[in-house]
């Protein structure tokens, strides 16, 4: 029996928050920081909770997107206020009509905020079993508001390969002619065929794929953040390879062969650069891969930063 050479990496994109989201409260807020809600004075009881301008002092956070109190949010809830005027309450549940919209960063009360959580201020016991005032961290209320940065909702896996513009690109059994986008198919699989081997991506879900060619020929494929992996197969043969695997991929049962594999390795090392498009998002790492099946991991380490390690 030949036995093939396996090289499939799944790539399995986790984010965690590792590094704390930085608050502080302030007369004025600091660069890059911003104001999402208010209060007279954090040192003092029975505070009303304001807008972010309302009062004196700021409750201020580094690297919110889409901050700002309304009737709705385009982005997250961090929590409700009664209303935009001097006698507003505080809730953390919906009840009360105004929105405080915190973008990219979720909120949570309790009484101890996890290592992975900021303590944003703090809030009274539900006065008439509801509505909250609030203070500061420094002798404020037992409840604490804690915050911490938003998991994105979807990502995107792009590779660069060192095959040539004149290789065949298949996308879900179809060849492919200038491919350059798509958000329907039954098995989403984008690979390019070259002479004698077949490299590309391949996942159970996906929500759009993309062909891009320039300096270097470019696949990526959106998918939700939450679920299986991706597969990165580099084998010999074509793209029937992949299409022999597609009841396997598609009920997530891959994995769970004695030998998983979409045929055999090249027998050279292509040139593949995996990266999450954030163009705001340094991505650090010196990883290296063997042959073998991996998982690899990325975690937020920074603001604005993503280190990526293999677990």
């Known amino acids: 029996m030949r ?18 989201l930085e608050s502080t409260i302030s ?10 809600v ?3 004075d954090p040192n003092a009881s029975y505070n009303n909770i304001g807008t972010g301008e309302m009062y004196d002092y700021k409750v201020c956070v580094e690297g919110l997107t889409n901050s700002r109190v309304g009737m709705t949010c385009r982005g997250n809830t961090g929590f409700y206020m009664s209303s935009k005027s001097t006698d507003a309450h505080f809730s953390a549940v919906k009840g009360y009509n105004m929105h405080v919209c915190t973008g990219n960063m979720v909120t949570r009360v309790t009484q101890s ?7 944003l201020f703090t809030v009274s016991d539900e006065i008439n079993g509801f509505g909250r005032h609030v203070a500061g961290l ?21 590779l660069e390969f060192n095959l040539s513009d004149s290789d065949e690109a298949y996308f879900d059994d179809q060849k492919v002619e200038d491919f350059q986008y798509s958000s329907i198919a039954e098995y989403p699989y984008l690979v390019l065929e070259g002479d004698s081997e077949v490299s590309g991506i391949v996942s159970p879900r996906f929500l759009s794929a993309r062909r891009t060619l320039g300096e270097t020929n470019t696949l990526s494929m959106k998918r939700n953040v939450e679920g299986s992996g991706v597969f990165i197969p580099l084998t010999r ?14 009920n997530r049962q891959f994995l769970s062969q004695s030998r998983p594999n979409f045929g055999g390795f090249p027998g050279r090392s292509p040139v593949i650069r995996a990266v999450l ?9 010196n990883l290296t891969l063997d042959q073998g099946t991996h998982t690899v991991r990325l975690v937020k380490s920074a603001e604005n930063q993503i280190t990526i390690t293999e677990e």
């Open 27 to 36: 007369e004025t807020c600091p660069a890059g920081f911003e104001p999402v």
């Open 237 to 250: 043969g074509g793209y029937e390879e992949i299409e022999n695997d597609e009841e396997l991929i598609l």
């Open 3 to 20: 036995k093939s050479l396996l090289l499939v990496l799944l790539v399995s994109m986790s984010f965690s928050g590792a590094a704390e």
């Open 138 to 158: 420094i002798d404020g209320y037992e409840n604490t508001v804690c915050g911490s940065f938003a998991v994105p909702s979807n990502m995107t896996v792009q």
């Open 38 to 40: 208010s209060m007279a």
């Open 113 to 119: 905020c996890t290592e992975n959580e900021t303590a």
């Open 277 to 285: 498009l954030r163009s705001d998002i340094d991505l650090e790492s």
